[in-house]
């Protein structure tokens, strides 16, 4: 297969989506007690 | 099937958990606006995915087979199987998955009994 079109970006180490870490986006995330931005910033980091 | 499989602690396969999710998952062929979901959009969604996944799982090993689950049922939603030449490349790709991300979830990844898919069922 050909590699010499422009490459989309691969979904591996897509962290979840940024809107999850920000204060008040999502209910779910404020109701597990979970500060914003205890998530890992850098994915595939460990 | 509700039986608990055993995870042998070495395996030419590796199980990866509930990563595939097509676009209409939840209601099949519409997507969550309601609109109806080209057939093709599906296939072209499926196959960057495939790419993507042999892509990064080709950097661990030789792979033998790569089987994805494209069902809507909970029973093994969306679970790739990976079959590699060797072992040591399915412990290798093991180390280097578990604990990563895959399009905003968690990859979740296992040592998986499936040598043959012509057979794979239940036993």
């Known amino acids: ?46 | 099937c509700s039986r608990l499989h055993t995870k042998p602690s070495i395996s030419p396969t590796v199980l990866l958990s509930n990563m595939y999710q097509r676009p209409d998952m939840i209601t099949p062929g519409v997507d969550a606006q309601g609109h109806p979901i080209d057939p093709r959009t599906i296939q072209r969604h499926f196959e960057e995915f495939y790419e993507d996944l042999f892509e990064e799982l080709g950097k661990y090993g030789e792979i033998e087979s790569l089987n994805v689950c494209d069902n809507l049922a909970d029973h093994m939603v969306g679970n790739v199987y990976v079959q590699f030449r060797e072992e040591e490349h399915a412990a290798n790709a093991l180390r280097n998955l578990t604990g990563r991300f895959y399009a905003g979830r968690p990859i979740i990844v296992d040592f998986s009994p499936v040598t043959d898919f012509r057979e794979a069922t239940c036993r």
């Open chain 1, 1 to 46: 297969r050909s590699r010499s079109k422009s490459k989309r970006i691969s979904g591996f180490d897509m962290a979840p989506p940024a809107s999850a870490l920000l204060p008040g986006a999502t209910a779910a995330v404020a109701a597990a007690g979970q500060l914003p931005g205890t998530n890992p910033a850098i994915p595939g980091l460990f």
